[in-house]
């Protein structure tokens, strides 16, 4: 239980398009600076280029906002090409205000501007959206890391979110596959045989944080490989990141 | 740039009592199973120890609830006793519904039940409350760490927190020294020239995360310490983690 955490950076990955092998070149970046990722480890890797390898990319100028757009984004002081994209990736609103636009996505996740972004993607009017389904994703770039290493790393794909309450942001998960994402604490006991707080760790969460420490976000850097977390290592692919998503009925803030 | 980072849990510390000397106790258990904490390295330390080894335990049959306390509790099916203790903790109740007290503690943190629990604190009654300035509290630990090993690592402060819109708790920083608590990109650039979206990474609520994966809840393992993370490394003490306090006015959601 005291085996220590190593996260390294995976580097030297090319510009990533759309269907390149994610899951390949990860590996041999992984194999190219140290151990081959293993059994019980976990790659981490931004949203960013899993959604290049998937073609979830748009430039801006492709795109007619309708009015709804085009008025939000006046009041917002955003673009309306940008607000029309979100718009269009959103099921919910949660709060349009002071510059800052929070949508619950397609999928299922409230932040910003409903993850698109443009940073790291080439050209001048070019962003990402979100993977439809990062679970999915993880799953698929998992058994792309098995064909290329024959081990079954856990995956889990990381975006950078905003929180209420705290400045800056920090990586989430938005994605895994073959990692405990949630570790339910309830019924257990503490060393002194007392009843814990905490009732669910986010585990998936926890590790996209630490990961994130690791790269260097104006670098080549989209990925991770850590050691030692075989704790919330399964086989199984798992249910992935989505047990980490509040029911709005459990929900106080949207 | 490509350092990577590891973290180990910090085992054998004693039951920390009133006056514990935290910083040496710390710096013996790191030196007893690897090298001891260097400049560039952060001790990453739970709140609970800290609030323990600064007399911040109260025992619950001590506490003469309010008529106010006494009613909140009553509508949220809470202990009046521990309502109490939130009440004179916060400046500001945000949410107060379905069972859930959050608040705005006197030391400007927002989460539940103003960080007052009761997990791994000896007693059926006994809780600790959140230490009253966990910046200074870190920056006295560095101190005690460097009389004790002659360097000085930087030290976090951490607290499981729940978060909107998730579930399950995350470690964030309720204090730091010699760490910068928040990376600030705004005006870098990207890989390809382009601007960056995130606008600041709240590197010590990372930090925080990534370590709590090197813990077990519940075991006697308060602390880890972690390396590799010099690039957020500072000689000086620095402005802690309130820099990570968002101001009421820049926050949509109290």
């Known amino acids: 239980?005291?085996?220590?955490?190593?996260?390294?950076?995976?580097?030297?990955?090319?510009?990533?398009?759309?269907?390149?092998?994610?899951?390949?070149?990860?590996?041999?970046?992984?194999?190219a600076a140290g151990p081959a990722p293993a059994d019980g480890d976990a790659v981490v890797v931004s949203q960013k280029v899993v959604s290049?390898?998937?073609?979830?990319?748009?430039?801006?100028?492709?795109?007619?906002?309708?009015?709804?757009?085009?008025?939000?984004?006046?009041?917002?002081?955003?673009?309306?090409?940008?607000?029309?994209?979100?718009?269009?990736?959103?099921?919910?609103?949660?709060?349009?205000?002071?510059?800052?636009?929070i949508v619950?996505?397609?999928?299922?996740?409230?932040c910003a501007n409903a993850g698109i972004d443009g940073s790291n993607v080439p050209g001048t009017d070019g962003v990402t959206l979100l993977p439809v389904d990062a679970d999915a994703s993880a799953r698929r770039i998992r058994s792309e890391l098995e064909a290329a290493c024959g081990a079954r790393p856990a995956v889990v794909i990381a975006d950078s979110f905003g929180r209420p309450w705290r400045v800056g942001q920090v990586d989430v998960a938005i994605g895994c596959a073959g990692l405990v994402a949630l570790d339910d604490w309830r019924g257990r006991t503490d060393a002194l045989g007392g009843e814990l707080a905490a009732t669910a760790i986010a585990i998936a969460d926890q590790l996209a944080a630490g990961a994130d420490l690791a790269r260097v976000k104006d670098?080549?850097?989209?990925?991770?490989?850590?050691?030692?977390?075989?704790?919330?290592?399964?086989?199984?692919?798992?249910?992935?990141?989505?047990?980490?998503?509040r029911a709005a009925e459990d929900d106080l803030f949207r």
Chains 1, 2 share one sequence.
């Open 1 to 31: 239980m005291t085996t220590p955490i190593k996260i390294r950076p995976l580097t030297g990955l090319p510009e990533i398009a759309e269907g390149a092998p994610l899951g390949r070149l990860l590996a041999e970046s992984a194999a």
């Open 52 to 101: 290049k390898a998937e073609g979830r990319t748009r430039s801006l100028a492709a795109v007619e906002p309708r009015a709804e757009a085009t008025e939000l984004a006046e009041r917002l002081g955003k673009d309306p090409r940008l607000v029309e994209l979100v718009l269009s990736e959103s099921q919910r609103i949660v709060r349009a205000e002071r510059g800052v636009l």
């Open 104 to 110: 619950e996505t397609a999928g299922g996740w409230i």
């Open 219 to 245: 670098s080549r850097m989209p990925a991770a490989l850590a050691t030692g977390i075989s704790r919330w290592w399964t086989a199984d692919d798992g249910a992935g990141a989505r047990a980490i998503q």
